[in-house]
């Protein structure tokens, strides 16, 4: 098949998926075009039967504002003329699956089918908007099939845009052959001394991922076990939570790594990942930290609870509740034979998601859908 694939080139896990599946189909002799306005962040070198096309945007002083949407629907519509492309995969609702309507709408009575994939925010948070409403209803009605990552997820497309259309759950998926626990001493012994713990979170500093709530863990967690935080990522709220542990007195015991191309060794450090989000539909960092063997303690949103097994991989408790997330980590931080048991438990539960089975999912949905 040839596919276009279309999705934001930077930090967020939607960029991640898109690029992983991209890279997966190549490998397994399909043609895949990524469509976007930058290099997708984890497609590094060549990669055969992958090409990059760029999204080119011209700047007349009249647009205040860019005009993407357009200039990426023109640029879908040249990539699919040249390259025969069977199906435009767009991943993140806001514009992709608008773009794609209107380059199928531009191609005329051609074959190409739209498959719009759900992450998250663009369902939960932007989408809701009412200046993006419609036009999201409307894209997502339009998109020959739509998958989205959990079934929280199909459920709330369903029900907050009264959507009634059929949705595949496919979930996020890990490399479990190149995300496995190998840590490299060097890497360690730069981050902690040999009896210190180490304690990981990864995102993009929105407001819905709580860091603060992160730091305020590790700050219970560290009045009990000899620990090190580190933070990995960047984004809105990173300087407020820098300042935080100057507040609290703990900036000697965080480290802040800003954005990170390659987070194994880190992850194979760690002895526990902290994911207190607001929001999580799925939640790709922590399923990328189990297949490292690091359990993980999370706020019971979203789609985490169809990931995280409570009391199995880690454990579970209710969004802001501080106290409950740090009594959790002491207890494993501070139990090693409990600790043993959930870290192989995480990695068996993240091989349930590993890259073969999801892709080979997402290439059935292909078929599936170029039949209707
Ligand atoms: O977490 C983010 O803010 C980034 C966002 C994205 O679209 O890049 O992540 C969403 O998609 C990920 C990949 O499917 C999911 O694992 C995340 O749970 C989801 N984030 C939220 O729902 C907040």
Same mark, same amino acid.
């Given at each position: 098949?040839?596919?276009?694939?279309?999705?934001?080139?930077?930090?967020?896990?939607?960029?991640?998926?898109?690029?992983?599946?991209?890279?997966?189909?190549?490998?397994?002799?399909?043609?895949?075009?990524?469509?976007?306005?930058?290099?997708?962040?984890?497609?590094?070198?060549?990669?055969?039967?992958?090409?990059?096309?760029?999204?080119?945007?011209?700047?007349?002083?009249?647009?205040?504002?860019?005009?993407?949407?357009?200039?990426?629907?023109?640029?879908?519509?040249?990539?699919?003329?040249?390259?025969?492309?069977?199906?435009?995969h767009?991943?993140?609702?806001?514009?992709?699956?608008? %773009?794609?309507?209107?380059?199928?709408?531009?191609?005329?009575?051609?074959?190409?089918?739209?498959?719009?994939t759900?992450?998250?925010?663009?369902?939960?948070?932007?989408?809701?908007?009412?200046?993006?409403?419609?036009?999201?209803?409307?894209?997502?009605e339009r998109?020959?099939?739509?998958?989205?990552?959990?079934?929280?997820?199909?459920?709330?497309?369903?029900?907050?845009?009264?959507?009634?259309?059929?949705?595949?759950?496919?979930?996020?998926?890990?490399?479990?052959?190149?995300?496995?626990?190998?840590p490299?001493?060097?890497?360690?012994?730069?981050?902690?001394?040999?009896?210190?713990?180490i304690?990981?979170?990864?995102?993009?500093?929105?407001?819905?991922?709580?860091?603060?709530?992160?730091?305020?863990?590790?700050?219970? =967690?560290?009045?009990? =076990?000899?620990?090190?935080?580190?933070?990995?990522?960047?984004?809105?709220?990173?300087?407020?939570?820098?300042?935080?542990?100057?507040?609290?007195?703990?900036?000697?015991?965080?480290?802040?790594?800003?954005?990170?191309?390659?987070?194994?060794?880190?992850?194979?450090?760690?002895?526990?990942?902290?994911?207190?989000?607001q929001?999580?539909?799925?939640?790709?960092?922590?399923?990328?930290?189990?297949?490292c063997?690091?359990? =993980?303690?999370? %706020?019971?949103?979203?789609?985490?609870?169809?990931?995280?097994?409570?009391?199995?991989?880690?454990?579970?408790?209710?969004i802001?509740?501080?106290?409950?997330?740090?009594?959790? %980590?002491?207890?494993?931080?501070?139990?090693?034979?409990?600790?043993?048991?959930? %870290?192989q438990?995480?990695?068996?539960?993240?091989?349930?998601?590993?890259?073969?089975?999801i892709?080979?999912?997402?290439?059935?949905?292909?078929?599936? =859908?170029?039949?209707?």
């Amino acid at each position: 098949m040839n596919i276009g694939i279309t999705c934001y080139p930077t930090y967020g896990g939607s960029g991640v998926v898109a690029t992983e599946l991209g890279i997966a189909l190549a490998e397994r002799g399909h043609c895949v075009h990524f469509i976007s306005y930058a290099l997708p962040m984890r497609l590094t070198g060549f990669t055969d039967n992958v090409v990059f096309h760029e999204v080119e945007m011209s700047n007349y002083p009249l647009f205040d504002f860019p005009l993407y949407t357009l200039a990426l629907a023109s640029k879908m519509v040249e990539t699919a003329k040249y390259e025969k492309i069977d199906i435009f995969h767009c991943h993140y609702a806001i514009p992709h699956a608008t %773009s794609a309507f209107l380059a199928k709408e531009m191609l005329g009575n051609s074959d190409i089918k739209v498959i719009t994939t759900l992450h998250g925010t663009d369902i939960t948070l932007v989408g809701l908007e009412p200046s993006f409403l419609p036009v999201m209803k409307f894209s997502i009605e339009r998109s020959d099939g739509v998958t989205a990552v959990s079934r929280f997820l199909k459920e709330k497309t369903l029900t907050n845009y009264g959507i009634h259309k059929d949705i595949e759950v496919i979930p996020n998926f890990v490399d479990t052959r190149k995300y496995y626990r190998h840590p490299k001493e060097d890497v360690r012994s730069h981050f902690a001394s040999p009896d210190e713990k180490i304690v990981v979170h990864i995102s993009n500093f929105r407001p819905v991922k709580r860091v603060a709530d992160v730091i305020r863990i590790f700050d219970q =967690v560290r009045q009990k =076990v000899p620990s090190k935080l580190i933070v990995v990522g960047d984004g809105p709220d990173r300087s407020q939570c820098e300042v935080l542990t100057r507040e609290l007195g703990i900036h000697d015991h965080v480290r802040f790594l800003g954005k990170q191309t390659d987070v194994i060794h880190v992850l194979s450090t760690a002895h526990l990942f902290l994911m207190p989000s607001q929001s999580e539909s799925f939640g790709l960092s922590a399923l990328e930290a189990m297949a490292c063997g690091v359990p =993980v303690v999370s %706020s019971s949103v979203g789609g985490l609870p169809e990931l995280q097994l409570h009391g199995k991989t880690g454990f579970i408790a209710e969004i802001g509740d501080i106290d409950r997330m740090a009594k959790y %980590s002491i207890d494993l931080l501070t139990n090693p034979s409990k600790h043993q048991l959930f %870290s192989q438990a995480a990695r068996d539960r993240a091989v349930e998601f590993d890259a073969s089975s999801i892709v080979t999912q997402y290439e059935e949905y292909y078929k599936k =859908v170029l039949q209707r």
